[in-house]
């Protein structure tokens, strides 16, 4: 027999939540591992003790790491995402002075108002 009588949906339920629990601890631990090897900022044996850490007490160790390093993260996450942009806007061959002029052309077709060229065009400058 597959299942035995046991089988509530409050069972159920307990193992949806517990799933998704684990699932998202996992997400947390290679976030966190991503996050602390791509570090410049820390030696080698800090990055070493996180990861002991990490393994030993690996939901403690994800809060603490949050909770101190957080902030940290955010921003190292912001400079990752701007390298990225501007490496892409050299591959494409991005121009802030192509841009400004594709603008200035809707502006002067009427297909956008001044409010959005300015608004585009601070963006573009960027």
């Known amino acids: 027999m597959l299942f035995s009588g046991n089988f509530t949906f409050s069972n159920f339920l307990a193992d949806v939540l517990s799933v998704f629990l684990f699932v998202l601890w996992f997400w947390l631990l290679i976030t966190v591992f991503g996050d602390l ?73 009427g297909t956008i108002s001044n409010d959005e060229y300015a608004r585009l065009r601070a963006r573009a400058v960027q």
């Open 37 to 109: 090897f791509r570090r410049r900022d820390i030696s080698g044996v800090a990055k070493t003790v996180w990861v002991i850490v990490l393994i030993l007490f690996p939901y403690l160790g994800i809060f603490i790491y949050l909770l101190t390093q957080g902030h940290g993260m955010a921003e190292r996450n912001q400079e990752r995402a701007r390298q990225a942009r501007d490496e892409l806007r050299l591959f494409v061959g991005y121009s802030p002075a192509d841009e400004i002029e594709k603008l200035e052309r809707l502006k002067n077709s």
